[in-house]
């Protein structure tokens, strides 16, 4: 069975179009707090989200959770290693954790029901 990445599962559970993806993966892993600083600092300086919006066009293509937890894990190194006091600080960026649990949840319910597939196939 042909298997789909985060990014059509995410579109699927929330309605949107994969152009979309990234804007509304964007608010939704948004700190609660951050949701109300981001756009006026992407007004400000557009380019602050940069490793935000690459974790998340990484995390749509990953296929299974592992893949997934290795993109979480490497934006996580990537705050340590470039610390800065608005985004890593006083987070105002994408919450890891909220990506990581949605991406488990997602591509997990897509494994189980690959595996019911071929359960169902023997």
Excluded: N
């Amino acid at each position: 069975m042909a298997r789909l990445p985060f990014k059509s599962f995410f579109c699927e559970r929330f309605k949107c179009s994969p152009e979309e993806y990234e804007e509304r993966a964007f608010r939704k892993f948004l700190y609660w707090h951050a949701r109300f600083l981001a756009p006026v600092v992407r007004t400000i300086k557009p380019d602050f989200f940069l490793e935000d919006f690459k974790f998340i066009r990484y995390l749509g293509d990953a296929m299974d959770v592992r893949q997934a937890k290795v993109d979480v894990l490497d934006f996580k190194d990537s705050d340590r290693k470039y610390w800065r006091l608005l985004h890593t600080g006083l987070r105002v960026r994408v919450s890891h954790r909220k990506a990581r649990r949605l991406a488990f949840q997602l591509l997990g319910e897509a494994s189980q029901a690959d595996a019911a597939l071929w359960q169902s196939l023997k």
